[in-house]
């Protein structure tokens, strides 16, 4: 589904149009701002509920990660001492 463009907007040419005169840098800045002033106004904030459980999942995510890095060291370091020695053993 297409949504309608609001009033004012600027819209990417397609190829095959002419050329169209560019708006100055400061319309195309006040144009930016606005664009950016109607995204915030989507943004919603999530309840203190949902925050405590996207918080739960990153941490526990954080965690499984680590551990997989630490085994992961744990056993290159078992197989390089078995490859080239233990350190210290001349």
């Known amino acids: 589904?297409?949504?309608d463009e609001p009033q004012?907007?600027?819209v990417a040419a397609n190829g095959s149009a002419p050329r169209e005169k560019k708006p100055?840098?400061?319309s195309r800045i006040a144009l930016f701002v606005r664009q950016v002033f109607a995204e915030l106004r989507k943004v919603v904030t999530p309840t203190r509920q949902e925050?405590?459980?996207?918080?739960g999942v990153v941490l526990g995510f954080v965690v499984?990660?680590?551990a997989i890095v630490y085994?992961?060291?744990v056993l290159f370091v078992w197989v390089m001492q078995y490859v080239f020695?233990?350190?210290g053993a001349a």
């Open 64 to 66: 499984v990660m680590m």
């Open 1 to 3: 589904m297409v949504q």
């Open 8 to 10: 004012g907007e600027i």
């Open 71 to 73: 085994g992961l060291d």
């Open 24 to 26: 100055n840098v400061f």
């Open 85 to 87: 020695g233990a350190p």
């Open 51 to 55: 925050l405590l459980k996207y918080t």
